[in-house]
């Protein structure tokens, strides 16, 4: 079973800090991919990866950065965390070739909820 | 640009009933469709899919259609059961894209089922 691990569920911060989102797939996945579900916005992209150290940007990248350096982790960075980025973050894995064959959809993690106070 | 529409944000149906959870889509590059399952304070989980080149896809209770020439599709779930009681999101991808773009998924904004005992 895939298990896509993120570093923690609940985590407080403060405006203006540097925050790290961390993400462990131990799939072998290529595709690693970040993003925010907010209410009333469904799931939105924020940043993609589909090797190491590549990276792509999504639909909402502000404000944010990542980090692939090994297959197997991708991190999520808040430069100057504010307020407006309070949300769920969801890590989620896929293999290179979604839907080559039915039933490789992507993976989720279990979410960070982030507040900045 | 919504590219994946869920019109109604919610439904409620009475237990033993069928549960008819509909999408739209805009982008006519998108062949694979997902539905995803989702519990307040855990990550979403993969429910069912569909190819394009197929109009059924049928897993236990959930079956999902997919009507190419209007790019809509409707996941229906008989019989509902309480524990059904979730969000649901559809998702699309273009799997003929180039690298990177066909492992996106495009997510509607979900649609919150409640099924009463």
């Known amino acids: 079973d895939v298990k896509v691990t993120q570093s923690s569920r609940y985590l407080v911060k403060r405006t203006g800090e540097k925050v790290f989102l961390e993400c462990v797939q131990d799939?072998?996945?290529?595709?690693m991919f970040w993003y925010r579900q907010d209410p009333g916005l469904g799931l939105r992209l924020i940043y993609f990866?589909?090797?190491?150290?590549?990276?792509e940007k999504g639909d909402i990248p502000e404000g944010y950065s990542v980090s692939r350096e090994k297959k197997e982790r991708f991190s999520l960075i808040l430069e100057s965390a504010s307020t407006n980025q309070t949300s769920m973050y969801l890590c989620a894995s896929s293999p290179r070739e979604l839907g080559s064959a039915l039933n490789q959809p992507q993976h989720f993690g279990d979410g960070t909820r982030l507040s900045i106070l | 640009d919504q590219q994946v529409k869920q019109n109604s944000p919610s439904l409620s149906v009475q237990e033993g009933r069928i549960s008819i959870l509909n999408c739209d889509y805009t982008?006519?590059?998108?062949?694979?469709f997902l539905w995803y399952k989702k519990y307040p304070a855990e990550g979403p989980t993969f429910l069912i899919s569909i190819s394009s080149i197929k109009d059924k896809n049928e897993d236990g209770r959930f079956t999902v259609f997919l009507n190419k020439s209007a790019k809509h599709l409707s996941l229906h779930i008989v019989p509902s059961q309480p524990g059904d009681s979730a969000v649901y999101f559809c998702a699309a991808s273009g799997t003929l894209l180039p690298t990177g773009a066909n492992s996106k998924l495009t997510f509607g904004k979900g649609i919150t089922l409640s099924v009463r005992p």
């Open positions: 982008n006519s590059m998108f062949d694979y």
């Open positions: 990866s589909y090797d190491v150290k590549m990276k």
């Open positions: 799939m072998d996945h290529e595709n």
